[in-house]
């Protein structure tokens, strides 16, 4: 029996695989009684009694959740179709030559970067007075598609100079080194980044019960501070806080299959044929002549 070697690490021998063993027990039995003790605190604060859960079983509280999950996701997809238009337009002004363009581009990136979004959500609110799910949208899309702006010039600039000296030794235009060579080589670079901050988006959405819009956390929390049904604060996370975490998951599957989707595709279609290679018979043209 061989036992295969790593020139990152050494093998471990049969004393460290039983400490891992020893540490990986230990490890599952500390989640074992966390979880126990979870699960005993909610049976003994009384967390599954009829009257918490009762809440559910009503048609105008199963509307209002499933209104505020619809308000969530729409409040969600506009935000993902404005900022990723203005993430790529700022990132595209970051990258270019012209200097007032580039120092413009960066001052606004910068500046809706380092803003706390609340801050932002709630002036578009008060002080513009902007309708709840705008103010809401408007602020979700500056502060991410300024983050995302930065992920775009990252990805662009993470390819390695060689391509876009090539493309430029081609006679290829500067928009059209962008659009052919630089931007589908950063796209698979960047896009386990850009999953990531629209999964941020996506929960960042739940600011919206602050200024009364009435997505899915402000549905919830209209349910749990509700007399009549107990004050049910943990049915209610328990219910939201699944959805919202296999919303999440859904993305980063989505993320996955993307960019399993990429890897099979040729990485160049079209162009001219190639002409099979053949062995020619008899002189060069040029001896021939």
């Known amino acids: 029996m061989t036992v295969e070697s790593s020139a990152l690490y050494d093998i471990p021998g049969p ?23 979870i699960v005993y605190m909610l049976f003994h604060t009384q967390q599954f009694t009829e009257s918490k859960w009762m809440a559910f079983e009503y048609k105008g509280v199963q509307e209002l959740l499933l209104r505020g999950l619809g308000n969530t996701l729409k ?6 179709l404005f900022a990723l238009p203005f993430g790529a ?18 001052l606004v990136v910068e500046f809706f970067r ?6 932002m959500i709630f002036f578009i609110f008060v002080v513009l007075k902007v309708a709840p799910l705008w103010a809401l949208v408007a602020g979700l899309v500056l502060y991410n598609g300024s983050v995302l702006a930065e992920v775009f010039r990252a ?9 876009k000296e090539a493309a430029f030794a081609l006679g290829m235009r500067k928009t059209q080194v962008m659009a052919y060579v630089l931007v589908p080589q950063a796209n698979r670079a ?8 629209l999964v941020v988006a996506l929960k960042d959405t739940s600011l919206g019960f602050l200024i009364t819009y009435e997505e899915f956390l402000h549905a919830g929390k209209l349910i749990a501070t509700n007399l009549d049904y107990d004050l049910p604060f943990i049915p209610v996370v328990m219910v939201i806080a699944p959805i919202y975490i296999g919303m999440c998951l859904l993305l980063s599957w989505f993320a996955r299959w993307v960019e399993r989707q990429g890897r099979r595709r040729p990485s160049m279609r079209g162009g001219a044929p190639v002409a099979s290679a053949e062995v020619a018979m008899g002189l060069p043209p040029t001896a021939q002549q």
Not at 15 to 37: E, M, N, P, S
Not at 155 to 163: D, R, S, Y
């Open 75 to 80: 409040a969600f997809g506009w935000t993902v």
């Open 89 to 106: 337009l700022f990132a595209a002004g970051r990258l270019s030559d012209h200097r007032p363009v580039r120092m413009l581009s960066t």
């Open 114 to 119: 380092a803003m706390p979004l609340l801050v």
């Open 15 to 37: 004393k460290a695989l039983a400490r891992h063993r020893l540490y990986g027990g230990i490890a599952l039995l500390a989640i074992a009684v966390l979880l126990g003790w």
């Open 155 to 163: 990805g662009v600039l993470a390819v390695p100079k060689g391509q």
């Open 190 to 197: 960047m896009l386990p980044a850009i999953i990531s901050q």
